[in-house]
């Protein structure tokens, strides 16, 4: 039982840490263009 104090409270803390980083990661604009990517595979861009 006194494994849950220290327990709840580590996974509550990398939860919210957890959360920071996705919401950090939006702000950054990470998640902006999904499409670019995807389709940048498809082009050959070493005209040289």
């Known amino acids: ?11 509550l803390f990398l939860g919210l840490m ?5 919401l950090w ?3 950054t604009g990470q998640y902006d ?4 990517s995807a389709e940048r ?4 861009e070493d005209e040289g």
């Open 18 to 22: 957890g959360l920071a980083a996705f």
């Open 25 to 27: 990661s939006l702000n």
């Open 33 to 36: 263009d999904l499409d670019g």
């Open 41 to 44: 595979i498809l082009f050959d």
């Open 1 to 11: 039982m006194s494994g849950l104090v220290y327990l709840i409270p580590a996974a």
